[in-house]
């Protein structure tokens, strides 16, 4: 079992910035990497950005690329994700998710409110 806790939402203006963070523990040495997602109301969970605990290999969506950045502290068992120049359209749930291959991703956290304000 992996557990994650995401912190750091809130509300924010547009053209603002905030960090989430995401803490694991447990059996995070099965872990492969780790992932953001968000969900808006009355829309499908969307991928954001994933990476690799080993290595440190990123991968984004097109709709963050250039705006939000994933990054990891493989001594904390913690990821974060960046947001900077966020738009009233990135309102959502935010969520981290554990993947142990990549593709699959079998634990989450209980997600954090991010609010952007036009």
């Known amino acids: 079992q992996v557990q994650l806790v995401e912190s750091g939402g809130g509300l924010v203006?547009?053209?603002g910035s905030l960090r989430?963070?995401?803490a694991a523990s447990g059996r995070?040495?099965?872990s492969y990497g780790m992932g953001w997602f968000r969900q808006a109301?009355?829309?499908?969970?969307e991928f954001?950005?994933?990476?690799?605990w080993t290595g440190g290999n990123t991968y984004y969506a097109d709709s963050v690329k250039g705006r939000f950045t994933i990054s990891r502290d493989?001594?904390?068992?913690?990821v974060y994700l960046q947001m900077n120049s966020l738009k009233p359209?990135?309102?959502?749930?935010?969520?981290?998710?554990?993947?142990s291959n990549g593709a699959v991703y079998?634990?989450?956290?209980?997600g954090t409110q991010v609010t952007v304000s036009s």
């Open 13 to 15: 203006q547009a053209g």
């Open 20 to 22: 989430l963070s995401c």
């Open 28 to 30: 995070t040495f099965s």
């Open 41 to 45: 109301p009355g829309k499908e969970r």
């Open 48 to 52: 954001l950005a994933r990476i690799k």
């Open 74 to 78: 493989n001594a904390e068992n913690t």
């Open 89 to 99: 359209e990135d309102t959502a749930v935010y969520y981290c998710a554990s993947t």
């Open 106 to 110: 079998e634990y989450w956290g209980q």
